[in-house]
């Protein structure tokens, strides 16, 4: 599976491009899966927050966009809900709980399927990308029900998003420093134009805003190339209400 890592979404022209780079064709040709789930696991987020992210893909331009609710496939079966997944191009993830998110990818058989997508793009925004790391931090843990702050670790590093966010006033560096400290892996502030793309273990970080590295990488499965505003190769760093999480 291929990966756009977002915080706010696709933003800019920059991160658009790497979605059409990922896709191998134009968005217009391109089928949509929406998924909302994380959404029901964070306090913040409602029905109607829920429809607006929804709503909001009809103005991107997709050949066609479904919605996939990760609750409901358990009771459907596997020979039903597969092939729209194998079907679809890329699988838009929003925002909201990531432990929540992934409790039902894992509950669902989504998470077990998603090595055998190899051309599938993964377009998260928020929880829908801090669900790929290893651990997302006890401060975006929302859901009551969650054991501890742990997700897939798909990637091998975790995202501070929606930095500097001025609806989320307390998204400053300050903070992600001290949330990145009680982690133990490497971890990165992004602000809401910025994003990483992920190929076979290759990290690119596209940005047309700020973000920072908050804690030293010692793993050497992935390159990062900081486009910010150029590409430099192997850079170590730079310079909600319903998606704080």
């Known amino acids: 599976m291929k990966l756009l890592l977002t915080s706010g979404g696709v933003t800019n022209t920059s991160i658009r491009d790497a979605l059409v780079d990922l896709l191998g064709k134009s968005i217009e040709d391109s089928s949509a899966l929406c998924i909302p789930t994380a959404e029901y696991g964070h306090p913040w987020c409602t029905p109607?927050?829920?429809?607006?992210?929804?709503?909001?893909?009809g103005d991107v331009g997709w050949k066609s966009v479904g919605v996939l609710e990760l609750t409901a496939l358990s009771s459907i079966g596997e020979e039903r809900w597969v092939p729209w997944v194998r079907e679809a191009d890329v699988l838009l993830v929003d925002g909201g709980d990531a432990t929540y998110l992934c409790h039902w990818m894992r509950q669902s058989g989504l998470a077990d399927l998603l090595a055998t997508l190899p051309e599938t793009v993964w377009v998260g925004v928020s929880a829908g990308s801090m669900v790929m790391t290893p651990r997302i931090g006890a401060d975006f843990v929302m859901w009551p029900s969650a054991t501890d702050d742990r997700t897939l670790g798909i990637v091998d590093f975790s995202i501070f998003p929606h930095l500097d966010n001025p609806d989320l006033p307390w998204n400053t560096m300050a903070t992600a420093e001290e949330w990145a400290a009680g982690l133990s892996s490497a971890a990165?502030?992004?602000?809401d134009e910025t994003a990483f793309k992920v190929v076979d273990g290759t990290v690119e970080v596209v940005s047309e805003g700020h973000w920072k590295l908050l804690t030293p990488r010692t793993e050497t499965w992935a390159s990062v190339r900081e486009c910010h505003p150029t590409r430099a190769v192997n850079s170590p760093a730079a310079g909600r209400p319903c998606r704080s999480s």
Do not use: K, L
């Not at 109607?48 to 893909?57: L, M, N, P």
């Not at 990165?188 to 602000?191: H, P, Q, S």
């Open 48 to 57: 109607a927050s829920a429809w607006r992210f929804i709503a909001g893909q």
């Open 188 to 191: 990165y502030a992004i602000d």
